[in-house]
């Protein structure tokens, strides 16, 4: 009886952390990632920071949101299969009720509700949260000079607009490459010509092709006729399974099977819809639930939320047993710590990104530095209330 209590416990948990964080996780996968680390890692130590940084690099080589799959990991990491159903529906729950409420009232009265002021002081909270997670993790994942170079890399191609999943993967296999022969050296005793391999190899990542993942989504079949629930759940389900990147390559997936495809939707609604879920809360996947409900009404809404990240729990339930198995070889151990560096790599090319556009002017200074003090240095205060109190000092500020 005491087990159950405590599973029952654990689950109730679970749903309460991932509730909150789904209300509050503003500022794209990085940010969800971060405030992710600080509560699971930090705050109630469920995993070690290694492990954590394991499945962070995992998921960024699968299809499908990062932050939404993280949750996934985490449930299931925690409360085997009913973690992993409590903890990614509390973390998507949010999303899509905030969205489908949006998405109601622009049907209902045909435009946007304005929150802009709000998003004004959330923006800097997210990037002080992202500067704290980057330093830790950085901290875990750099354990050598060489995995540092190797992450300063992954951000460089990051930045000259390399796609996500292939700067990763360029950092792991040559950075794997670069570890198993820097291991090789030192037991012959030979350390000689590793300034040579390092430049070549950095050069070989520089000329991979930067798209190659293109063809993934060539060859489904075309959807035609009138529009119904089934047909609208397999676009759904179809892009939930082949989409990587940002939100940038939704918007094409999605521009390309409703509006050119079906013309189920205007090019305007698209656009629209993607707005919605730049400033909703948790993953911006959930721009499915209000596409669904302009399309089909509540029941599309719901059949486009449960296409999309259907695909996630798949794809963490197959790949969540293989992570520890990994550490195990000296091979896979080696690619896993240059993925773990690529992934904060990427994220400190968000947020160098990120920083450029939103420190603009004083204002934002404001709401950023004492922000990123505490997240840094006064661990306390929890990523929720930073976020809520740059969005209410946000809206003070536009006010002067």
Known sequence: MSKEKSRIGGLKELAALFLRLGF?????????????EDEVVVRR?????????????????????????MAIHVGFHRAGWKG?????????????????GFAWFYVQYGQVPQVAPFLFGIKPAVLAIIIA?????????????????????????????????????????????????????????????????????????LQMPRRTLALVAENAATIAGAISLAKLGLIFLKIGSVLFGSGYVLIAYLDGELVQGLGWLTRQQLLDAIAI?????????????????????????????????????????????????????????????????????????????LGSQVLLEWKAGIIFVPSAAMTLFWRKVGSGWIIAGGALLGYLLLLI
């Open 133 to 205: 997670a980057v330093w830790r993790l950085g901290q875990s994942a750099a354990k050598s000079w060489q995995l540092a170079v190797i992450g300063l890399v992954v951000a460089g191609l990051a930045m000259s607009g390399v796609n996500e999943v292939l700067a990763i993967l360029t950092g792991g296999i040559i950075g794997m490459a670069w570890l198993l022969l820097m291991d090789k050296w030192k037991r012959t005793g030979g350390q000689k010509g590793s300034g040579l391999i390092l430049t070549t190899l950095c050069a070989l990542s």
């Open 84 to 100: 992993l159903l409590v903890a990614g529906v509390c973390f998507i729950l949010p999303a899509s009720l905030i969205t489908l």
């Open 277 to 353: 879920g730049q400033f909703t809360p948790g993953p911006v996947l959930s721009t499915a639930t209000f596409i669904g409900y302009v399309i089909q009404g509540g029941l599309g809404a719901l059949v486009a939320t449960a296409g999309i990240f259907l695909p996630s729990f798949i794809f963490v339930v197959l790949l969540n047993p293989l992570v520890p198995k990994l550490r195990k070889s000296r091979i896979s151990a080696r690619f896993l710590h240059a993925v773990n560096v690529s992934a904060v790599g990427l994220m400190a090319a968000v947020l160098l990104m």
């Open 45 to 69: 130590r469920w995993m070690s920071r290694e492990h954590f940084l394991d499945l962070v690099g995992a998921t960024n080589l699968i299809p499908g949101p990062n932050s939404t799959e």
């Open 24 to 36: 509050t996780a503003f500022g794209g996968p990085a940010a969800h990632i971060a405030m992710m």
